[in-house]
């Protein structure tokens, strides 16, 4: 999954915060969705726009943030 495709952080779109690519959907609101309990399909049938593809970006966005971080 090339989560590059997908995720895009523009200084003029949501004040740069990482979001998807031709929306102002960010990673953190559907990290947050999941973290609330909400499931792929509620998202999904919620934002239209989005794509399943979009959902395994934002988890592939937030793997590759973890690996980088130190602790």
């Excluded at 989560?3 to 200084?11: A, C, D, G, T």
């Excluded at 239209?48 to 592939?60: D, K, M, S, W």
């Amino acid at each position: 999954m090339n989560w590059q495709e997908h995720i895009v952080s523009q200084n003029d779109v949501l004040l740069g915060k990482p979001a998807i690519k031709g929306t102002r959907i960010s990673v953190d609101h559907i990290v947050s969705l999941f973290a609330q309990g909400w499931n792929e399909k509620q998202i999904l049938d919620n934002y239209p726009r989005l794509t399943e593809e979009n959902i395994q970006a934002v988890f592939a966005y937030d793997g590759t943030n973890v690996r980088q971080r130190k602790y």
